[in-house]
């Protein structure tokens, strides 16, 4: 059984085999040329996509015949991670635990226990966790991403215009025309040679805006090993948009 919700909310209410109810909330694009069905990383659910002037109840049916692969995919959504006191959270491939210090100030900052581990201590009120561990997580991004963008466009005697680091929910990094490069802060949560390829990968744009073999080459030239780390990002990347 598949019923609507009003309209004006635009959510498509979806009845599965066993009673699970899934709402799948309805966004139309002035680009769509046909209606989709897909699962947002970031957001953790589902969405359908549809053309300009197609209401939502027209989608029942489609939505309704991919309510199986719906269900398939979202089964293997990686868990959410809140940032919140007791959470795990990796930074360039090493665990730091999060701890909520609401009599402290000064922000956020590490502290490294003699026995390896490495803990995250946050202050102030635990409305304002989540936002400051983002806010330093950004800022660690920014850290390792700019010198190393410096680096590789020097070695291919290049220069790099502005170097952004924003939550970007379908592109790791990108490299405009003017040689101005943009990152994703979630390659910190990565291991730290995953986030090394994609700049890398993004300074071989400032000689070729394509993936022509001749890119590839550039990429292979400034880090040998890149494959791996690209198959590392295709197989856990959905992983890192789980966290916050």
């Not at 109840?57 to 309510?67: I, M, Q, S």
């Not at 390792?144 to 502005?162: E, K």
């Not at 952004?164 to 990108?174: E, H, M």
Request: hydrophobic fraction near 40%; glycine fraction near 8%; include cysteine.
């Amino acid at each position: 059984m598949t019923r609507t919700a009003p309209l004006e909310q635009d959510v498509l209410l979806l009845t599965d085999t066993d009673g699970t109810e899934i709402a799948v909330p309805a966004r139309r694009s002035a680009r769509a040329r046909r209606m989709l069905l897909r699962v947002d990383p970031v957001r953790g659910g589902p969405e359908l996509v549809l053309p300009a002037g197609v209401k939502v109840e027209t989608a029942e049916p489609f939505a309704r015949e991919n309510l199986g692969w719906l269900r398939a995919r979202l089964a293997h959504l990686p868990a959410r991670v809140r940032f919140a006191d007791g959470a795990i959270v990796p930074i360039l491939g090493r665990d730091h635990l999060i701890r909520h210090r609401p009599d402290q100030r000064g922000g956020v900052w590490r502290l490294e226990d003699p026995d390896g581990s490495v803990e995250l201590h946050v202050s102030g009120g635990g409305e304002h966790l989540p936002r400051r561990l983002t806010d330093f997580l950004k800022a660690e991004a920014r850290k390792a991403i700019m010198p190393l963008a410096r680096d590789y466009a020097a070695d291919l005697d290049r220069r790099v215009g502005r170097v952004t680091v924003r939550d970007t929910a379908t592109r790791w990094g990108s490299c405009t025309a003017r040689g101005d490069l943009s990152f994703s802060w979630r390659l910190v949560l990565a291991p730290e040679a995953v986030l090394d390829y994609v700049v890398a990968h993004e300074a071989a744009h400032l000689v070729e805006m394509n993936h022509s073999d001749r890119f590839w080459r550039l990429v292979e030239r400034l880090m040998p090993d890149y494959r791996r780390h690209r198959a590392w990002l295709k197989r856990h990347g959905a992983k890192l948009h789980a966290y916050g």
